[in-house]
């Protein structure tokens, strides 16, 4: 079964770090790009992008409200994508969710509409 797998949410204090990775299961993650969303479930948002990364590594995107905290990474021995997050604010608590797609040249929601998607991982921040 193909499928994507988030991992390493979690509750942390303002200022803290996570790191989430989403790894690739039973496929391989090389040929895709990967973009994270995250969703305010509580505020009712549609998904908001936030960060990308092309298939090589060689293009990376964030969202400007994550700029300079945020890193996404590829993780190719380990078929994973990371997203390390620093200084985490509360205004980023929310399920982050990780998306595959092959065509998918940015963090647009309609790119990876026709992707494969992971079940999300929550994150959630203390003030």
């Known amino acids: 079964q193909v499928q994507l797998v988030e991992s390493g949410g979690g509750l942390v204090q303002s200022g803290g770090s996570l790191t989430l990775a989403c790894e690739g299961a039973?496929?391989?993650?090389?040929?895709?790009?990967i973009a994270w969303f995250r969703q305010d479930t509580g505020k009712q948002r549609e998904r908001e992008g936030v960060?990308?990364?092309?298939?090589?590594?060689?293009?990376?995107h964030y969202t400007n409200s994550v700029l300079g905290r945020f890193t996404i990474s590829r993780a190719n021995a380990d078929n994973s994508v990371l997203l390390s997050m620093t200084n985490l604010k509360p205004e980023d608590t929310g399920i982050y969710y990780c998306?595959?797609?092959?065509?998918?040249?940015?963090?647009?929601?309609?790119?990876?509409?026709?992707?494969?998607w992971g079940q999300g991982t929550q994150v959630t921040v203390s003030s």
């Open positions: 039973g496929f391989a993650l090389d040929p895709f790009a």
């Open positions: 960060s990308f990364i092309s298939s090589s590594g060689a293009a990376t």
């Open positions: 998306a595959a797609s092959e065509s998918a040249h940015t963090y647009s929601l309609d790119a990876f509409r026709d992707g494969f």
